[in-house]
């Protein structure tokens, strides 16, 4: 009998249909079958990489000028407010331009506020006050660009790639957060502030390249797509609940059992450890991510996608409950990047359900609220889990953080039972 090749092209025209093959690292399919994600994909891996140095270089830069801890804080302030307050505003506007258009331009402005940042530190303008400007207008480009890229890839890919290509992305993000600040820190070290935030801008002609040669990609007309709003993309998002469910549960998993604020105070109680170990701590999750998206090759096989993300969130919610338990480091650190694995399998499902459940005039805004979502939610659980740890005690914040987590998701489950039956051959919002 007569394989299947590669390409998918079978030899044999009168031969059955071969079995799938059963993959185990991420599936390259999207990278091999369109080059115009090919472009788009390597484009935002470079540029991520970029980010993540010119993020660790202006943490450095405000310590520099301020010697404040705080200071360096409010970095992600700067950067948080803009990002929530544009994220549902760019999602509007990716629904009612050519988003092919509105990525160039916000990659563009990207490229160029890095070119600013090397410019004024080249010139000796060392100005607390100018940094976190740039880093806002950094974050409002961000918060127009990322609903627009995201709600492209299913006009270049069939529905069945998508969940490998979501995959991908998770590789892209999460090894841009691990990669950018070692680099930056080298080059930082090595060369200054200004080589980092030169490297960032040279990375971004990557993504400006990839932009530059995707079609066009003009608005589809449907619903309110004449007039797209943020308020027309809420009331989109009220009539259909299993779309809302993707909110919900990724609520449980980052409001009720987001321990990273934790972590400092881990290292010293548990541990007996100090700032190395909170590295290894605050690393641990996104290893676990980056291990997800290397071996995501099955996750194209699973349909049911609802209940894939419940027991994702359990899973996220049980490996930190047991993490509260240990006083093993090694054994900590594996639990959570168990719980990395669990939501790089989580924001697979939930992104895809998105891409694929929303019709094309929507997929903007409800990108835009997913970027509030993910934004804003790992914050908040920030806050309670402090908050906990210093009413109560670090081991009673993770611990009852994690157990309410599950059986929050699995309340919410219980409350929607359709989100189980879920299937993606089959999307109903």
């Avoid at 948080?80 to 994220?87: E, H, I, Q, R, T």
Wanted: aromatic share 8%.
């Amino acid at each position: 009998m007569s394989e299947t090749s590669a390409t998918g092209t079978a030899h044999g025209a009168g031969d059955p249909p071969a079995a799938p093959r059963r993959r185990v690292l991420a599936d390259l399919t999207p990278l091999r079958t369109s080059p115009d994600y090919r472009r788009l994909w390597v484009g935002g891996t470079i540029s991520w990489t970029g980010q993540g140095m010119t993020t660790l270089a202006i943490s450095l830069h405000v310590y520099e000028l301020t010697g404040s801890s705080f200071s360096v804080g409010l970095v992600g302030l700067f950067s948080l407010v803009p990002l929530v307050a544009f994220g549902l505003y760019g999602g509007a506007v990716a629904d009612a331009v050519d988003r092919r258009l509105l990525g160039l331009v916000s990659a563009t402005g990207l490229a160029a506020l890095s070119v600013v940042l090397a410019a004024g530190t080249v010139a000796g303008f060392h100005r607390v006050w100018f940094l976190y400007a740039v880093v806002s207008l950094q974050s409002v480009c961000g918060a127009v660009s990322s609903p627009a890229r995201t709600a492209m890839i299913p006009r270049l890919l069939p529905k069945d790639q998508l969940p490998a290509a979501n995959a991908l992305s998770s590789m892209t993000t999460t090894s841009g957060a691990l990669v950018g600040p070692m680099l930056g820190g080298l080059v930082v070290g090595a060369w200054g502030y200004e080589a980092a935030y030169l490297i960032d801008a040279v990375a971004f002609s990557a993504a400006l390249y990839a932009m530059w040669r995707l079609p066009a990609m003009p608005p589809q007309r449907g619903g309110d797509s004449k007039r797209p709003s943020v308020l027309g993309g809420l009331r989109f998002l009220a009539t259909r609940p299993n779309v809302r469910m993707t909110f919900y549960t990724d609520f449980c998993a980052m409001i009720l059992a987001h321990p990273r604020a934790l972590f400092p105070a881990l290292a010293v109680l548990w541990y007996g450890g100090d700032a190395r170990t909170t590295g290894l701590l605050v690393a641990a999750p996104a290893v676990g991510a980056l291990l997800g998206g290397v071996f995501s090759g099955w996750l194209g096989r699973i349909h049911r996608h609802g209940l894939a993300i419940v027991l994702a969130v359990a899973a996220w919610g049980g490996a930190i409950a047991v993490f509260g338990l240990t006083r093993h480091l090694w054994l900590g650190l594996v639990l959570l990047a168990v719980a990395g694995c669990a939501d790089t399998i989580s924001m697979v499902f939930r992104t895809t359900v998105l891409q694929t459940a929303v019709p094309d005039d929507m997929r903007g805004r409800l990108q835009g609220v997913f970027i509030v979502v993910v934004a804003g939610g790992p914050r908040a659980g920030d806050f309670l889990a402090g908050t906990a740890g210093d009413l109560f005690s670090p081991t009673t914040a993770v611990v009852a953080g994690g157990v309410a987590c599950v059986v929050a998701v699995g309340l919410l489950a219980v409350a929607r039972p359709g989100f189980l039956r879920y299937d993606a051959r089959a999307p109903q919002a």
